[in-house]
C-alpha cells in the first residue's frame, strides 16, 4: 500500500491520521509532505512506482493545490488524472481520499470530482464535517486548517473502515 498526501498524512504526528493506523500496526508506505502538492508527490509517486508496483495506492492531496473557487482547482485535477492513468496502466487499485473545506479553502470542487470519478474514496470531509467547510465540534484545530488530535482519530476511523483491505496487507505490499 502506497500512500500519498500533505501534512495531514504523517506517521510521527498525533494530529494525522496515519499515526493512529500506522500505531495500530498497519503498514503502507507513507509520503505526507507538509505544504506539499499534487505536483510534489507526484514526483515521488514515479520514483517509488519505479522500485515496487503497489497493490493500493491512496491519494489524499489537494489541501494546498488551491481553493476550488471556480469549479475544481485545475493544477490538482491534472495530476489526479495523470494519476488515475498511471494506476490504470500499472493494474494498481486507486483510492482518492476527499479533502475536507476549511475556513480559508474550498475543497467542494475536488470532492465533487472524486465522487463522481468513480473511483474508490475515503470520504474524510464526510467523517469530520458537513461538507461546507464546518467542521464537528473539536475535531478542527485553532490553527483552521488542520484536524485536531480527535479529528485524526475520526479520519483514522474513516480510512481503516473504508479500507478494510488494509488489514490483510502486509510489510511487502
Request: aromatic share 16%.
Amino acid at each position: 500500500v502506497y500512500l500519498f498526501g500533505d501534512s495531514y498524512v504523517s506517521c510521527h504526528s498525533t494530529s494525522s491520521w496515519p499515526y493512529y493506523v500506522y500505531t495500530q500496526g498497519y503498514r503502507f508506505l507513507c509520503d505526507g509532505l507538509p505544504g506539499g502538492y499534487s505536483f510534489h508527490s507526484w514526483e515521488y509517486m514515479k520514483s517509488a512506482l519505479s522500485v515496487h508496483k503497489p497493490k493500493y495506492m491512496i491519494w489524499c492531496l489537494g489541501m494546498n493545490d488551491g481553493s476550488d473557487k471556480l469549479g475544481v482547482n485545475l493544477d490538482w485535477k491534472f495530476y489526479a488524472e495523470k494519476v488515475m492513468d498511471v494506476c490504470e496502466k500499472n493494474n494498481i487499485n486507486l483510492i482518492f481520499a476527499t479533502i475536507p473545506s476549511v475556513p480559508t479553502r474550498d475543497n467542494s470542487g475536488k470532492n465533487k470530482f472524486i465522487r463522481s470519478s468513480g473511483y474508490r474514496y475515503v470520504d474524510f470531509d464526510k467523517a469530520v464535517s458537513d461538507g461546507k467547510g464546518n467542521w464537528k465540534m473539536g475535531l478542527l484545530a485553532q490553527d483552521g486548517v488542520h484536524p485536531t488530535e480527535a479529528g485524526a482519530k475520526v479520519m483514522a476511523d474513516a480510512f481503516i473502515n473504508e479500507f478494510a483491505e488494509i488489514k490483510e496487507q502486509n510489510e511487502q505490499d
